[in-house]
């Protein structure tokens, strides 16, 4: 399967703990996103990058949210002194970014605070 | 400000029966808008896109500027187009914004 990979799958931690998520995306795709998804709800843009560039992040996210895409290929998010209401599915997509170019999802990472 | 509005949280329709999803959104400029798909355990994907004005598994949408609406629509729904359907807008600074979704479900 050569689509957007991400790990791990679920995560459970505690409150308070800090965790980190990897995304890799299709290979040829410059760019690459971070959603967040709970229950009921359509997926939440969080931030995105072209290349290796972070170019907006959602004022949504707090500064306990971090987010690196290194040489421009993989990307991972780290969230900091997690708290429940960070529970969630975190989606990563990947695409060419052109005006009309689709985004590929991964499968999601789900987070679980206790 | 840029919004996507899917009124429906749920449709349920029996087999053979037509099917509209609605859409609205809130774009002051020119609007490139998508209908994505999650089918039970599986990911998100791209169901159609209105640039390409095609139909997809029996899928189309049409994008009326004067109401502001991409409705999704298919003449006759099969059980398996049940799934969580996500309209989205894609805005001038590279970002996808998606609706709440709405989820059909074909009874048989």
């Known amino acids: 399967d050569t689509g957007v990979s991400q790990n791990p799958r679920h995560k459970i931690t505690k409150r308070g703990q800090n965790v980190t998520f990897r995304c890799d995306p299709i290979?040829?795709?410059?760019?690459l996103y971070w959603y967040r998804q709970t229950l009921g709800q359509g997926p939440e843009f969080l931030t995105y990058?072209?290349?290796?560039?972070?170019?907006?992040k959602s004022r949504l996210l707090s500064d306990r949210f971090s987010a690196e895409r290194p040489k421009g290929s993989f990307s991972t998010l780290e969230i900091q002194r997690t708290e429940q209401g960070d529970s969630a599915m975190y989606l990563c997509?990947?695409?060419?970014?052109?005006?009309?170019?689709?985004?590929?999802f991964g499968n999601g990472t789900r987070l679980t605070v206790t | 400000a840029q919004r996507v509005t899917q009124p429906e949280k749920l449709l349920s329709v029996f087999k053979g029966a037509p099917v509209e999803l609605k859409c609205n959104y809130s774009?002051?400029?020119?609007?490139?808008l998508f209908w994505y798909v999650q089918y039970s355990r599986q990911r998100l994907q791209l169901l159609l896109r209105?640039?390409s004005r095609e139909s997809i598994k029996g899928f189309t949408a049409d994008l009326n500027k004067g109401e502001t609406s991409f409705h999704l629509k298919k003449p006759f729904a099969q059980e398996e187009d049940s799934a969580m359907y996500y309209c989205?807008?894609?805005?001038?600074?590279?970002?996808?914004?998606f609706g709440q979704g709405t989820e059909l479900s074909v009874k048989p």
């Open positions: 290979s040829e795709h410059n760019r």
């Open positions: 774009y002051s400029g020119s609007p490139e």
């Open positions: 209105h640039i």
């Open positions: 990058f072209q290349n290796e560039a972070q170019l907006e």
């Open positions: 997509a990947s695409s060419l970014g052109r005006g009309d170019s689709p985004l590929h």
């Open positions: 989205a807008l894609y805005n001038q600074g590279g970002k996808l914004i």
